[in-house]
């Protein structure tokens, strides 16, 4: 757990930073003092399930890029343009110009999903507080979701306007947090 703990208070205070907020603003968003934002980011306090719930929704990142080890490694397309995909996650269909592949809290678990793939939004639909990013789809490995952004790449490459997300995992929820491979 306490692996878990350090992954979360790094991920809020990158969240943070990239959104370009102070602990206070933080605190403010989501009802809590600047204190608590403090604790959460130096790993001396853990926010309860509700707290976690309104860093999710104010960040509109999933539980697994909020507690799971990092945001990953960005992968930048170097072709000039974006590709429209629609999320095997939330359905929904979307222009992208970047991707992140996040490593998944509990991946060690037999039969859970490895990494996240997300998306995103192309920079002409940037939201108020930065990129907006959407979960795409889930991963066996991070190979199979490296195979996917070079896929990706050669569609762009090859002037495609639309993109199916092909080497993602179909996965149930397994649990609180926790994502389980299905067959």
């Known amino acids: 757990m306490i692996e878990v703990k350090k992954m979360f208070k790094d991920n809020l205070v990158a969240l943070r930073k ?3 907020l102070s602990q ?3 605190a403010h968003a989501i009802s809590v003092t600047r204190q ?3 604790k959460y980011e130096t790993g001396t306090a853990e926010p309860d399930f509700t707290r976690l ?3 999710r ?3 509109e990142v999933s539980y697994d890029a909020l507690l799971g080890e990092g945001q ?3 992968v930048s397309l170097p072709i000039t343009g974006s590709i429209t995909i629609q999320s095997a996650i939330d359905g929904r269909m979307t222009q992208f110009d970047m991707f992140t592949i996040a490593t998944v809290l509990g991946y060690w678990r037999k039969n859970a999903p490895q990494v996240q793939l997300v998306g995103e939004m192309a920079k002409n639909n940037n939201g108020f507080l930065g990129p907006d990013v959407i979960p795409l789809g889930w991963y066996a490995t991070r190979q199979d979701a490296e195979k996917e952004v070079t ?3 050669a569609s762009i490459s090859h002037g495609r306007e ?3 997300l092909q080497y993602n995992a179909k996965v149930l929820k397994h649990g609180l947090l926790g994502w389980k491979i299905v067959s």
């Open 151 to 153: 896929a990706i790449q």
């Open 24 to 26: 206070e603003a933080l």
């Open 53 to 55: 719930e309104q860093l």
């Open 57 to 59: 929704d104010y960040f």
């Open 72 to 74: 990953g490694e960005a």
């Open 162 to 164: 639309l993109y199916q």
């Open 36 to 38: 608590s934002i403090s």
């Open 18 to 20: 990239r959104a370009g």
